[in-house]
T-cell receptor, first 117, second 111 residues
């Protein structure tokens, strides 16, 4: 059973370009979470998605960032018009169950390291 | 506000010596606690977790952590470290689906 897959592993973008980060959850998992790790900091929650639904996006910056998890295909984290401050490692996690009332172990992918030049 | 504090950003220790990585959390609700390990340029791997039951939890590679509710702590310990334990260790807590992570402790095992 393959783990959580993320691609690309490394992404370099110039200021103003768009970045698209992909996450394929573990087989059988329908809940996806995105976290961002800024240099010298811990991971910070960004967004929680189920298939075709955003459950909680309270950690997402209000502008330029969006996320989706379509019925078919991977979850996508999109950052438009990137700035230097977006340089970070972005981690995706998935769980087999979810919801707002319980705790379900999350399995993390290897991350995408975004560098904005 | 809910938070996790890892006071030590770096911990150097000699091989075969014991180590303790400290973690304190702040929460007024039931918590679930985790330790993750991150090797260079890799993702996070779950080391151990406390969900309920026995307050002492162990991993397969010799680490253990004890949940102490009165001190709101979940310190990670290993009686004898190996060079291969060199990595960054993150403590995390969750009351719901959101994991709250500490800033990490870099464990450096010296020969």
């Amino acid at each position: 059973n393959a783990g959580v897959m993320q691609n690309p592993r490394h992404l370099v973008r110039r200021r103003g370009q768009e970045a698209r980060l992909r996450c394929s959850p573990m087989k059988g998992h329908s809940h996806v979470y995105w976290y961002r790790q800024l240099p010298e900091e811990g991971l910070k929650f960004m967004v929680y998605l189920q298939k075709e639904n955003i459950i909680d996006e309270s950690g997402m910056p209000k502008e330029r960032f969006s996320a989706e998890f379509p019925k078919e295909g991977p979850s996508i984290l999109r950052i438009q018009q990137v700035v230097r401050g977006d340089s970070a490692a972005y981690f995706c996690a998935s769980s087999p169950q979810g919801g707002t009332g319980g705790i379900y172990e999350q399995y993390f992918g290897p991350g995408t390291r975004l560098t904005v030049t | 506000a809910q938070s996790v504090t890892q006071l030590d950003s770096q911990v150097p220790v000699f091989e075969e010596a014991p180590v303790e990585l400290r973690c304190n959390y702040s929460s007024s609700v039931s918590v679930y606690l985790f330790w993750y390990v991150q090797y260079p340029n890799q993702g996070l791997q779950l080391l151990l977790k406390y969900l309920s039951g026995s307050t002492l939890v162990e991993s397969i590679n010799g680490f253990e952590a004890e949940f102490n509710k009165s001190q709101t702590s979940f310190h990670l310990r290993k009686p004898s470290v190996h060079i291969s334990d060199t990595a960054e260790y993150f403590c995390a807590y969750s009351g719901t689906y959101k994991y709250i992570f500490g800033t990490g402790t870099r464990l450096k095992v010296l020969a």
